[in-house]
């Protein structure tokens, strides 16, 4: 097995730390004069002391570096490399982190995004999904003319995607070959081939297409793999990862991989542990690259994410010795505006705040301004039932502490689609004091 360094960072192109912030950007107090981004961990906001507008997501510093080295840790030990979901939060300061912590490149799903991370310093990006239109080959196309030094792979599953690419790279040649990676996929499930027959017309449609195509390695992802428990669905996961590594050595016994590592890459943010631990066993003849693509890793979360970590731990033990877990870092915090009726209340946020993906919103700590120390903890009876575009339904117990006035922070569910509402997610330190900011690109 060979592992790859992490891959340089340059300046980037448009630095988002000069981003102007004003009264018109989401979550920034009204009245404010503008002020680059770079500079808002030194006004000295606390958003207990509601120096911040609510609702408001935001990111928890020690929850995030924590999670950073974590997964870091994690990889390396066990052989692989990371190149986590930048799709997740779309925030190239969050790509600049998880470069630093050594991931090999920053996957992406559409080409805006490998743009977004190109203009951002990133130098190695995957694009897990195919190259289709003339818009997306044209964009990779120039991204790869135009810098001998960034890398940028994509996904091929048809011999009909093969042959677009095949032919606009050879009208508009740019003196390499463009990278791709075989995509296998599962019946019911989204993109790739689904047998190895299929898989083999592929492999050898790039292998013709050289000097214009080149065969890089396997992709697959096995996140929507599914299951009537997490323990059936792991047994599924297991069964897609063999078919990848037996289609990866039938490639490899025709010749069909260009010079270097064997990319093996899987990896969603739920079953990392299975991938890697199949990939390591890979077998095959030449070294291979074992390419992990969590993402939701860095902000963890209060409910999917939180339940599918216990998973790993119980597959894989060996993760307590690298410490205590992934931590949630992400937050959004809303205001008690009515208390109608004496077991419910309504609240500040809604769909246009919170995604809701994976389940409702967890409400999980209030505080009531002016009071002094941390925020208290909510129990469990305070239950969100529902979302509007801008109210929160929750029932509570008629004995519930929360009156008109107060804050709720509330965890998340699939931190994606929470980030995608933001065009700014504030940084809090423990006693949520506003530290910096991150810009995102939805």
Same mark, same amino acid.
């Given at each position: 097995?060979?592992?790859?360094?992490?891959? !340089?960072?340059?300046?980037?192109?448009?630095?988002?730390?000069?981003?102007?912030?004003?009264?018109?950007?989401?979550?920034?107090?009204?009245?404010?004069?503008?002020?680059?981004?770079?500079?808002?961990?030194?006004?000295?906001?606390?958003?207990?002391?509601?120096?911040?507008?609510? !609702?408001?997501?935001?990111?928890?510093?020690?929850?995030?570096?924590?999670?950073?080295?974590?997964?870091?840790?994690?990889?390396?030990?066990?052989?692989?490399?990371?190149?986590?979901?930048?799709?997740?939060?779309?925030?190239?300061?969050?790509?600049?982190?998880?470069?630093?912590?050594?991931?090999?490149?920053?996957?992406?799903?559409?080409?805006?995004?490998?743009?977004?991370? *190109?203009?951002?310093?990133?130098?190695?990006?995957?694009?897990?999904?195919?190259?289709?239109?003339?818009?997306?080959?044209?964009?990779?196309?120039?991204?790869?003319?135009?810098? !001998?030094?960034?890398?940028?792979?994509?996904?091929?599953?048809?011999?009909?995607?093969?042959?677009?690419?095949?032919?606009?790279?050879?009208?508009?040649?740019?003196?390499?070959? =463009?990278?791709?990676?075989?995509?296998?996929? *599962?019946?019911?499930?989204?993109?790739?081939?689904?047998?190895?027959?299929?898989?083999?017309?592929?492999?050898?449609?790039?292998?013709?297409?050289?000097? *214009?195509?080149?065969?890089?390695? =396997?992709?697959?992802?096995?996140?929507?793999?599914?299951?009537?428990?997490?323990?059936?669905?792991?047994?599924?996961?297991?069964?897609?990862?063999?078919?990848?590594?037996?289609?990866?050595?039938?490639?490899?016994?025709?010749?069909?991989?260009?010079?270097?590592? =064997?990319?093996?890459?899987?990896?969603?943010?739920?079953?990392?542990?299975?991938?890697?631990?199949?990939?390591?066993?890979?077998?095959?003849?030449?070294?291979?690259?074992?390419?992990?693509?969590?993402?939701?890793?860095?902000?963890?979360?209060?409910?999917?994410?939180?339940?599918?970590?216990?998973?790993?731990?119980?597959?894989?033990?060996?993760?307590?010795?690298?410490?205590?877990?992934?931590?949630?870092?992400?937050?959004?915090?809303? *205001?008690?505006?009515?208390?109608?009726?004496?077991?419910?209340? =309504?609240?500040?946020?809604?769909?246009?705040?919170?995604?809701?993906?994976?389940?409702?919103?967890?409400?999980?700590?209030?505080?009531?301004?002016?009071?002094?120390?941390?925020?208290?903890?909510?129990?469990?009876?305070?239950?969100?039932?529902?979302?509007?575009?801008?109210?929160?339904?929750?029932?509570?117990?008629?004995?519930? !502490?929360?009156?008109?006035?107060?804050?709720?922070?509330?965890?998340?569910?699939?931190?994606?689609?929470?980030?995608?509402?933001?065009?700014?997610?504030?940084?809090?330190?423990?006693?949520?004091?506003?530290?910096?900011?991150?810009?995102?690109?939805?």
């Amino acid at each position: 097995m060979t592992a790859a360094g992490p891959s !340089p960072l340059e300046p980037a192109v448009g630095d988002p730390a000069a981003f102007p912030l004003d009264e018109t950007v989401k979550g920034m107090p009204p009245g404010i004069a503008p002020f680059p981004i770079a500079a808002i961990g030194a006004k000295g906001w606390n958003l207990l002391a509601e120096d911040m507008p609510l !609702p408001l997501a935001v990111l928890k510093r020690a929850a995030l570096d924590h999670n950073l080295d974590w997964m870091a840790r994690f990889v390396d030990e066990r052989g692989a490399v990371l190149a986590p979901h930048g799709k997740t939060t779309m925030a190239p300061g969050l790509f600049r982190e998880q470069v630093e912590h050594g991931s090999w490149a920053i996957t992406v799903g559409t080409i805006h995004q490998a743009v977004v991370a *190109y203009r951002h310093g990133v130098r190695r990006v995957l694009l897990a999904n195919q190259l289709i239109g003339r818009q997306a080959i044209r964009g990779a196309l120039d991204l790869l003319r135009a810098d !001998p030094g960034f890398d940028l792979l994509a996904l091929v599953d048809s011999v009909a995607s093969v042959e677009l690419l095949a032919r606009a790279a050879a009208a508009d040649p740019i003196g390499r070959p =463009i990278p791709l990676l075989l995509e296998m996929g *599962y019946a019911g499930g989204r993109t790739g081939c689904r047998d190895t027959e299929t898989a083999l017309a592929v492999a050898s449609a790039v292998k013709d297409a050289a000097p *214009y195509l080149e065969l890089r390695g =396997i992709e697959g992802f096995e996140g929507l793999v599914s299951g009537r428990t997490i323990d059936e669905a792991a047994d599924q996961v297991r069964l897609f990862l063999e078919q990848m590594v037996a289609m990866a050595a039938a490639a490899g016994a025709g010749g069909l991989f260009a010079d270097g590592p =064997i990319i093996l890459s899987a990896g969603g943010s739920a079953f990392y542990d299975i991938v890697v631990d199949r990939f390591r066993r890979a077998g095959l003849e030449r070294d291979v690259l074992l390419v992990s693509r969590s993402g939701c890793y860095i902000t963890h979360d209060s409910l999917m994410y939180r339940d599918f970590f216990a998973a790993v731990r119980g597959r894989t033990p060996q993760v307590d010795q690298l410490g205590t877990g992934l931590q949630p870092a992400l937050e959004v915090w809303a *205001y008690v505006q009515s208390r109608p009726e004496p077991g419910k209340v =309504i609240l500040t946020m809604g769909q246009r705040d919170v995604g809701v993906t994976g389940g409702l919103p967890q409400a999980q700590v209030w505080h009531r301004p002016g009071a002094a120390g941390s925020p208290a903890p909510l129990d469990g009876d305070h239950i969100v039932t529902g979302l509007n575009d801008q109210h929160c339904h929750m029932t509570v117990p008629a004995a519930s !502490p929360l009156q008109v006035g107060d804050m709720v922070g509330f965890g998340v569910s699939h931190p994606c689609v929470t980030f995608d509402k933001w065009q700014v997610l504030p940084v809090v330190d423990d006693a949520y004091t506003i530290v910096g900011a991150y810009r995102t690109f939805f």
